[in-house]
């Protein structure tokens, strides 16, 4: 089939690659959001999709708002098959979504009704989930509600952050959207409809929400930081400081006070709403992340400095 492709993290890259390869498609362009501000001169640069697009002398659309009758009109002429779409992070109007004959083919990193939305591999690990995966399914304007064309599952292991997981799910996913396209093409998938109950949803998470919150319980906490690791990043302030956290562990030790900051030979405790959990990497402001032990013997920490 003629695909246009829509993508633009990082997590967008495997599927693009698997395409570009297959020998029953064309990608004939890649959609992607315009140039982003990056790095601390804050100067525009390519999303990774263009970057990967661009390698491979694709051309590369990139509106800065795809619904609008100009740009719909120079999909149209292109005359894709189908779009194939990897967290391209626009919404879509039901005048461009009619636009190829097979629509637009989505891979979303849940197992669908759950978690849908921005954020589905944040979301689970936060939940506690043990196993999610990923799904292709028929794009329609309501919010990742289209019908299903195949599942892959993924195990949630212990000590995953989100960038552990979703870097598996990504490569497992890329997979699973050939898959479904080829089934496509030679006409042997047909898409079901979701199943009503079950649905749950994942927003975007926001800084303000990565921001630790000591009274929960230790595991809750322990999972939520692991949730935004490495993005939007966990983060606490100590004292008069902003500093991120890295995932940390549940600490077999007397409960502290929630906030309250241990520092001891075996490294550095913060109390929670149960049991302590001890500090791995922490970062504080213009520095590189380091060992919470080492940070913690140069900041020389008053008794009353808590983490709040």
Wanted: aromatic fraction near 4%; charge should be neutral.
């Amino acid at each position: 089939m003629r695909l246009v492709f829509a993508g633009t993290p990082e997590p967008a890259l495997p599927s693009l690659r698997r395409l570009i390869e297959s020998p029953r498609h064309d990608v004939i362009a890649v959609l992607t959001r315009p140039d982003a501000a990056a790095g601390r001169r804050a100067k525009p640069s390519p999303s990774p999709v263009a970057r990967l697009a661009l390698e491979h002398d694709i051309p590369l659309l990139r509106p800065p708002r795809p619904n609008t009758d100009e740009f719909v009109a120079e999909l149209t002429e292109l005359a894709p098959d189908c779009c194939a779409v990897v967290a391209y992070g626009a919404l879509l109007s039901e005048r461009l979504l009619a636009v190829p004959a097979h629509g637009w083919v989505n891979l979303h990193f849940s197992l669908l009704p759950a978690w849908r939305g921005a954020a589905p591999v944040q979301a689970a690990i936060a939940a506690g989930d043990t196993v999610t995966g990923a799904t292709t399914f028929q794009i329609e304007p309501a919010l990742d509600s289209g019908p299903v064309y195949g599942v892959v599952t993924e195990a949630i292991r212990p000590t995953d952050t989100a960038g552990d997981l979703l870097e598996r799910l990504a490569i497992s996913g890329a997979t699973l959207l050939e898959t479904t396209l080829d089934g496509i093409a030679d006409g042997s998938l047909s898409p079901v409809p979701q199943p009503s109950e079950g649905v749950t949803i994942a927003p975007k998470v926001t800084v303000a929400e990565a921001r630790v919150r000591w009274d929960l319980p230790a595991h809750v906490v322990e999972r939520r930081i692991r949730a935004v690791t490495p993005n939007p990043g966990a983060w606490t302030m100590i004292g008069d400081l902003r500093v991120k956290l890295g995932p940390v562990t549940v600490a077999d030790a007397n409960p502290l006070p929630p906030g309250t900051i241990q520092v001891d030979k075996h490294g550095v405790r913060i109390g929670t709403g149960s049991q302590p959990v001890m500090l791995g990497m922490i970062q504080p402001p213009g520095k590189k992340p380091m060992k919470a032990a080492d940070w913690a013997r140069g900041a020389r920490l008053d008794d009353a400095v808590r983490a709040e």
